[in-house]
């Protein structure tokens, strides 16, 4: 008994010494970590193709001038990344490689909210449990927006800059604090218009705090009411958007995609939960028959019942936003991602308080976190080395590794027009397939044929209204056919999403058309070599570009 508590004290003390260490040095730990998750990210974006919403925003920043894009979003034409495409318009002047260039606001955005979620945490807790919430946000869902060439971080930084600044307008009332919530709030709904629910949590909290304190704080309401306002540059083309794209939209709002939204967090992070439950366990043992409670807790303070609020509403955006999105016809996950910043707060500083909030307990959690994070954050720090070392070669690896794929091989051997009804798929190989493979690609379009195949409408809708602005090389089916009868097809594995497979092989049911697959299959977009031996009955152009 004696040896087994002299053990216990030795432990406690050793994670203590180690605690106070990390508190001494905190922040330069936390620039040392950011620092090495920037090379991580850089490397991580090196490695992975642009995706179908990066290659879009990348043909509009690359239009001649910044009118240029900003007609494009006010025209309805797309919603998400008036600003990111205006920071990347202006960042065309640094000679990287795409990959990196249109990621790295993402990446900067992405470590500027983890720095601001850690002062949040580090003003109540002891260091190790702001560097543990840092770990957990590093995980998913927020580390693939890190390196997504939208404006969802710029969003989550704006969110992490205004938390800090309210959380320093409950110590001392200043026209400061209440302006960074303002710019940090006006930030993020320029960047998502979603933001705008962000007033629920700031607003409640910001009441809580006042009935407190009994004292209205009055530059703070107005820093809350007032950043909406930023929202009206850009309305007018959501607005236009909402009525293009609105009632076809392919993610409509439903109960069930917001409880996803949870349990895909949960289930994906499955092992932060048994790390919580492991700390704690332990915690508990090395608290048995330690110091009071009034010894551990005097050294550092905790959340208020206003933070509490706002990270707890923070943590439930999903689903007070649900109801308003059925008005909006949208809902994603990705529009709600501030609700991940709350959860992981919320994990733990409740860790925390359980823990009676002591720095032994604190350590072990966050030995636990980064054993299990930092391994995957960091394993592509030597693809970021030779990325910034080489920032010019990275869309030359990546165009010839996706062109060593067997089914490009395909495409390549053939002189045959390519026929692409995926977005994603003919973006992709608009972007890193070979200049004479670029010239013989066509996006086919059929409203004709959205109601059999309505997935696949808000894609179309896209191209039609913007593709041959952007470059692309789009089609409806009904010209495109007459005059080429016998092509290639490309089929990606998405098949729920986009119309032209389904319809070819309608058509070859009818005995319009012959279809051959060439190959590879399973796991890899298929090609199939079409003829038509008589061509389908088209409505007329008026019915099908309704």
């Known amino acids: 008994m004696i040896l087994g508590s002299a053990a216990k004290q030795k432990a406690s003390s ?81 000679p990287v490689d795409d990959e990196i260039r249109s990621r790295l606001p993402a990446i900067v955005s992405f470590l500027g909210m983890l720095w601001c979620v850690f002062v949040f945490v580090r003003r109540r807790y002891a260091a190790v449990y702001a560097f543990a919430v840092v770990l957990l946000l590093t995980t998913f869902p927020l580390l693939a927006f890190a390196v997504f060439a939208k404006s969802y971080t710029l969003e989550l930084a704006g969110l992490g800059f205004a ?103 949960f289930a994906t992070n499955w092992r932060f939960l048994v790390i919580l439950l492991i700390a704690g366990l332990i915690a508990s043992l090395m608290l048995a028959d330690g110091k009071s409670a009034e010894e551990l807790t005097e050294r550092k303070k905790e959340f208020s019942g206003p933070e509490w609020m706002l990270v707890g509403l923070l943590t439930a955006l999903p689903a007070f936003v649900l109801p308003a999105s059925y008005l909006l016809h949208a809902y994603r996950a990705d529009y709600v991602m501030g609700y991940a910043i709350g959860l992981g707060i919320l994990l733990v500083a409740s860790f925390a308080e359980q823990s009676r909030r002591t720095g032994a307990a604190g350590t072990v959690l966050l030995i636990l976190f980064a054993a299990v994070t930092l391994k995957v954050d960091l394993k592509t720090m030597p693809q970021g080395i030779r990325a910034l070392v080489h920032p010019k070669s990275v869309h030359a690896a990546l165009a010839a590794r996706y062109n060593s794929e067997q089914w490009v091989k395909v495409l390549e051997r053939s002189d045959l027009p390519v026929l692409v009804g995926d977005h994603l798929l003919y973006t992709r190989l608009d972007c890193y397939a070979s200049p004479e493979l670029k010239r013989r690609l066509y996006f086919l379009t059929d409203f004709a044929e959205v109601r059999t195949y309505p997935m696949s409408e808000t894609s179309q809708r896209n191209f039609l209204v913007f593709g041959k602005l952007l470059g692309y090389q789009t089609m409806d089916v009904g010209e495109f056919l007459p005059e080429h009868r016998h092509a290639l097809m490309a089929v990606g594995v998405m098949l729920g999403t986009y119309w032209l497979p389904p319809y070819m092989m309608h058509q070859a049911q009818l005995g319009n058309a012959s279809l051959r697959l060439l190959g590879p ?26």
């Open 521 to 546: 299959g399973f796991e890899e977009p298929d090609v199939y070599e079409v003829q038509f031996s008589r061509l389908p009955e088209f409505p007329v152009a008026e019915q099908r570009q309704r």
């Open 14 to 94: 050793a994670l203590e010494r180690i605690e106070e260490k990390v508190e001494q040095h905190a922040g330069a730990g936390m620039v040392v970590l950011l620092c090495l998750l920037f090379v991580a990210l850089v490397g991580l974006a090196a490695s992975d193709y642009l995706w179908y919403d990066e290659l879009i925003i990348v043909r509009v920043a690359a239009l001649p001038h910044w009118h240029d894009i900003w007609n494009f979003y006010a025209s309805g034409l797309d919603t998400i990344g008036l600003l990111y495409a205006l920071v990347l318009h202006a960042l065309r002047i640094f």
């Open 163 to 265: 938390m800090i600044c309210w959380q320093k307008g409950l110590e001392q009332s200043s026209g400061w604090g209440a302006f960074g919530v303002w710019c940090g709030l006006a930030v993020a709904i320029s960047s998502h218009t979603f933001a705008v629910f962000l007033m629920v949590p700031f607003a409640a909290a910001q009441w809580r705090a006042d009935a407190r304190r009994r004292r209205v704080n009055w530059a703070m309401w107005a820093a809350l009411v007032l950043f909406p306002a930023a929202l009206l540059p850009v309305l007018a083309g959501d607005l236009r958007a909402a009525k293009l794209y609105g009632s076809n939209f392919w993610s409509q709002p439903s109960s069930a995609l917001m409880k996803q939204t949870y349990i895909d967090y």
